[in-house]
């Protein structure tokens, strides 16, 4: 157990539907990293937070948006939902931003967009 | 831009033998190197990391990875497989000093240890 959790566990949707996925990161861990894992695309970065602001931006749809929170927990929105962004949605999280700090990842959120 | 390759889709070790799961990549400057492993309907499990010194570490569960700068490889090794160790193995790299943090993944290898 990594001590980074996500929530929920599965979600199933129709396309154009808007879900919210939630990470807690490990306890005192400032760094929230969004992770998606698709079998065309392999593992992709998507977003990075630090502190509760923003700090890079990878592959990541306009669709989709994230937020950290002051209790450090994160949020990823997907909204117009899809048939291609069904995936496995990884949190990880790590001490502070950097480059050398390991990431721990949660155990993901699988989305089914039918 | 960085990248990782990890050759071989697949492969197959049999228990007790020594196994080896190859990992190249390219970046500017200094690497920062990783391995995590999936377990099925799993997160990923940090395995090890190099940062700099040694050129061999040693991590978790026996294995290790030995960083080659010359072939800009970063193979993951273990000299005695287990049933256990089947999975999907990731390799990730972070250009060092580049001011970013998020990981680079190869596509991963599937390992399967043959009883």
């Known amino acids: 157990d990594s001590g980074v959790t996500q929530t929920p566990k599965h979600l199933i949707t129709a396309t154009g539907q808007r879900v919210t996925l939630r990470c807690s990161p490990r306890?005192?861990?400032?760094?929230v990293y969004w992770y998606q894992q698709s079998l065309d695309q392999g593992l992709q970065f998507l977003i990075h937070?630090?502190?509760?602001?923003?700090?890079a931006k990878g592959n990541i749809l306009e669709r989709f948006s994230a937020q950290q929170f002051p209790d450090l927990h994160s949020e990823l929105n997907l909204s117009s939902l899809e048939l291609g962004d069904s995936a496995l949605y990884f949190c990880?999280?790590?001490?502070?931003?950097?480059?050398?700090?390991?990431?721990?990842f949660g155990p993901g959120t699988r989305l089914t967009v039918l | 831009a960085q990248s990782v390759a990890q050759p071989e889709d697949q492969v197959n070790v049999a228990e007790g033998n020594p196994l080896t799961v190859k990992c190249t990549y390219s970046?500017?400057?200094?690497?920062?190197l990783f391995w995590y492993v999936q377990y099925p309907n799993r997160g990923l499990q940090f395995l090890l990391k190099?940062?700099?010194?040694?050129?061999l570490v040693k991590g978790s569960y026996g294995f290790e990875a030995e960083f080659n700068k010359s072939q800009t490889s970063f193979h993951l090794k273990k000299p005695s497989a287990l049933v256990s160790d089947s999975a999907l193995y990731f390799c990730?790299?972070?250009?060092?000093?580049?001011?970013?943090?998020?990981?680079?993944f190869g596509k991963g290898t599937k390992l399967s240890v043959i009883p």
């Open positions: 990880a999280s790590s001490a502070l931003r950097g480059a050398t700090d390991t990431q721990y």
């Open positions: 306890s005192g861990d400032l760094s």
């Open positions: 937070y630090y502190n509760g602001e923003e700090r």
């Open positions: 970046v500017s400057g200094n690497p920062y």
């Open positions: 190099y940062i700099t010194g040694d050129n």
């Open positions: 990730a790299v972070i250009p060092g000093g580049a001011g970013s943090y998020q990981l680079t």
